[in-house]
């Protein structure tokens, strides 16, 4: 009786008339049913920020041979990843700036900004006359796009609690999905002169900047959507200056049943200090997990493209930028099944950790066979090349998914923005390192083709599975906490 009343009292939830977070918790215990319209919103905006990311990667090697800048062959590698770092860099200097702006005014003038960044610099980067053009522009593209954390945090907001695992997910998956469509777009669309003469002549302004077309295409996605943009809801909770409260509710705490995100209302002598979330290790310890995970997909993502395009003498499979385009289509579809459908199963089953778990050590024999798929021809090689492809990034995609919601988790909603602003300025870091450092030892490992210890590829491939092998034992204890109810339904290990 006792506790029936207690939860009694806890659903006799207080709102604010003006505040927009309330709004959308009033709005969340009217709703019935699957969020598709909220599902379909976080999609797109996700989407339309992540294409650009990976969009240059088939495209990439062509670009630098280009630009002249490398003088054999074997450089192309080291310098291209110079240009798909710079975008990370960029990332890890203001994500926490961002999140922060996200905590204060909320998380819809981020995203719009970001949006709206995407607009600008990615059509610049596609008019790149040379090197250091391209990477001053991926730069700011960047530092000035601080969209990922926020929407992190928006996607745990928006939805009743039932829903979380499928709107993390679905961050992730059109994360996930948009730095896989973004470079088929970009081989399908790259040097559309010499692929379609027929439509693009040399000396139109598509002959003139080859890699021009796919940025275009994708830029004029993200204007639609940056204008769709404001018709977005806020979500987080804004009380300063609303009104006074009555002496029984000056020191309340709304807690709201459905979504666990508390709300705290103002008290007469301030506010309680917040948690420090440096001393918060159950997030702390995914983040720096995360860092891992993120640190193998972006080297992986990199790489894949420049051994698919590299010569067959030196490991490669002698791909064209089409070639690759439709590898990494394929791999798309077979995110968004896997994603959309099979995710949320796999974290009501198992949980997120026991999920990131079992797909890292899943990872390690998989990538293992890359270096054999090369010595495949014709029909055979496109049969397992594109399996391996979309079994790769499903796996990978799944873990950063698993790590995302465990993260949000970790923090109150006060505090989410700025925990996600750590989190992308530390990930950003390490992925930054993964396109630098890829590309340099990928080609260190072309030149060393006769090697008596893992020659050629098969070296950068053995580097990205101890990295992912790192990140797999990060996910045991002692390194993480042991895994609480809510977050598995296996007994910890």
């Given at each position: 009786m006792a506790m029936e009343e207690q939860r009694e009292a806890l659903l006799q939830k207080h709102y604010f008339e003006n505040c927009p977070g309330c709004k959308v918790e009033k709005l969340k215990e009217s709703q019935r049913g699957l969020p598709i319209r909220e599902l379909l919103s976080i999609w797109i905006v996700v989407l339309s920020s992540s294409l650009p990311i990976s969009s240059l990667y088939p495209f990439l090697y062509f670009m630098i041979r280009d630009f002249h800048i490398a003088t054999r062959e074997e450089d192309i590698g080291y310098y291209a990843g110079w240009v798909g770092c710079s975008f990370l860099f960029g990332r890890a200097l203001t994500s926490i700036f961002w999140g922060i702006v996200a905590d204060r005014y909320g998380r819809k003038p981020v995203i719009i900004i970001g949006i709206a960044v995407v607009v600008i610099f990615n059509t610049l980067f596609g008019l790149s006359v040379n090197f250091w053009m391209a990477i001053v522009v991926r730069f700011l593209l960047g530092s000035l796009n601080g969209l990922l954390g926020p929407i992190k945090a928006y996607a745990s907001e928006i939805f009743r609690e039932e829903y979380q695992a499928l709107g993390v997910s679905t961050v992730s998956a059109a994360w996930g999905i948009g730095l896989v469509i973004g470079p088929?777009?970009?081989?399908?669309?790259?040097?559309?002169?010499?692929?379609?003469?027929?439509?693009?002549?040399?000396?139109?302004?598509?002959?003139?900047?080859?890699?021009?077309?796919?940025?275009?295409?994708?830029?004029?996605?993200?204007?639609?959507?940056?204008?769709?943009?404001?018709?977005?809801?806020?979500?987080?909770?804004?009380?300063?200056?609303?009104?006074?409260?009555?002496?029984?509710?000056?020191?309340?705490?709304?807690?709201?049943?459905?979504?666990?995100?508390?709300?705290?209302?103002e008290k007469v002598k301030g506010k309680a200090p917040k948690k420090s979330l440096i001393r918060n290790w159950p997030l702390m310890s995914t983040i720096i997990a995360y860092c891992v995970f993120a640190l193998y997909d972006t080297a992986y993502s990199e790489i894949f493209s420049l051994w698919a395009e590299s010569p067959r003498r030196l490991g490669g499979l002698s791909y064209t930028t089409e070639d690759v385009g439709t590898v990494l289509s394929i791999s798309g579809a077979g995110l968004l099944v896997i994603q959309t459908f099979i995710y949320p199963y796999l974290d009501r089953l198992l949980g997120p950790v026991w999920v990131a778990r079992i797909c890292g050590i899943l990872s390690i024999p998989l990538l293992s066979s890359y270096p054999f798929i090369?010595?495949?021809?014709?029909?055979?090689?496109?049969?397992?090349?594109?399996?391996?492809?979309?079994?790769?990034?499903?796996?990978?995609?799944?873990?950063?998914?698993?790590?995302?919601?465990?993260?949000?988790?970790?923090?109150?909603?006060?505090?989410?923005?700025?925990?996600?602003?750590?989190?992308?300025?530390?990930?950003?870091?390490?992925?930054?390192?993964?396109?630098?450092?890829?590309?340099?030892?990928?080609?260190?490992?072309?030149?060393?083709?006769?090697?008596?210890?893992?020659?050629?590829?098969?070296?950068?491939?053995?580097?990205?599975?101890?990295?992912?092998?790192?990140?797999?034992?990060?996910?045991?204890?002692?390194?993480?906490?042991?895994?609480?109810?809510?977050?598995?339904?296996?007994?910890?290990?």
């Open positions: 088929a777009l970009g081989g399908y669309l790259a040097q559309p002169a010499e692929k379609f003469p027929s439509i693009f002549s040399k000396e139109s302004v598509f002959g003139k900047f080859p890699y021009f077309l796919p940025c275009l295409t994708m830029s004029l996605f993200a204007l639609v959507v940056s204008i769709g943009s404001f018709w977005l809801p806020e979500t987080l909770h804004m009380h300063h200056g609303i009104g006074e409260l009555d002496e029984s509710r000056k020191d309340a705490e709304t807690s709201s049943l459905e979504s666990g995100v508390k709300c705290k209302t090369a010595m495949l021809t014709g029909l055979s090689l496109s049969i397992v090349l594109n399996c391996a492809s979309v079994a790769e990034n499903a796996l990978s995609l799944t873990i950063l998914t698993s790590l995302f919601l465990l993260q949000n988790k970790a923090v109150d909603q006060d505090q989410r923005g700025a925990a996600n602003g750590i989190s992308m300025t530390a990930i950003s870091l390490f992925k930054a390192a993964g396109p630098g450092g890829g590309g340099a030892i990928f080609s260190w490992t072309q030149k060393r083709q006769d090697a008596a210890f893992l020659p050629g590829n098969q070296m950068i491939f053995f580097i990205l599975n101890v990295i992912g092998a790192i990140g797999v034992l990060m996910m045991f204890k002692p390194f993480r906490p042991a895994p609480q109810l809510k977050e598995s339904r296996i007994e910890p290990a």
